[in-house]
């Protein structure tokens, strides 16, 4: 059974629009009135079409992008045909911020080796007297 997919706002804007001019360019793209195309911003996370397959969200992907929204394609259901809970907690993460620098992974900066052994407890390894 293939992957079917959901298309979610997750209330991103393209950079350079106005809000009222994306509003406008959804009303006309799903032919609604205003009010409703503004209550579809003001949700989010809003899942804007359930159970499509992979064709079908590129093509609402680039239509949505047109109309100046950021939207995602994720999985609703795996290979099995089981039903996926929802990927967005609230949370936007980047990827990378919350990273550790690389000082901070090794315990000590690059060069403790070349400098001379300050420990406290010599004798631990065979090399030390």
Not at 8 to 35: D, M, T, Y
Not at 59 to 86: F, K, S, V
Not at 89 to 99: A, K, N, T, W
């Amino acid at each position: 059974m293939p992957v079917r997919y959901r298309l979610v706002f997750r209330g991103k804007l393209l950079p350079g629009l106005q809000r009222e001019e994306v509003v406008a360019n959804l009303a006309e793209l799903f032919q609604v009135p205003l009010e409703r195309a503004q209550a579809l911003l003001e949700e989010v996370p809003a899942v804007i079409k359930q159970d499509i397959d992979v064709d079908q969200g590129n093509r609402y992907l680039e239509a949505l992008a047109n109309a100046g929204l950021i939207t995602h394609l994720e999985p609703a259901t795996d290979a099995a045909g089981i039903q996926l809970p929802a990927t967005w907690d609230g949370l936007e993460r980047r990827s990378g911020q919350e990273r550790r620098t690389r000082t901070d992974r090794r315990g000590g900066s690059r060069d403790a080796a070349m400098r001379p052994d300050r420990r406290l407890q010599r004798g631990r390894r065979k090399t030390d007297a």
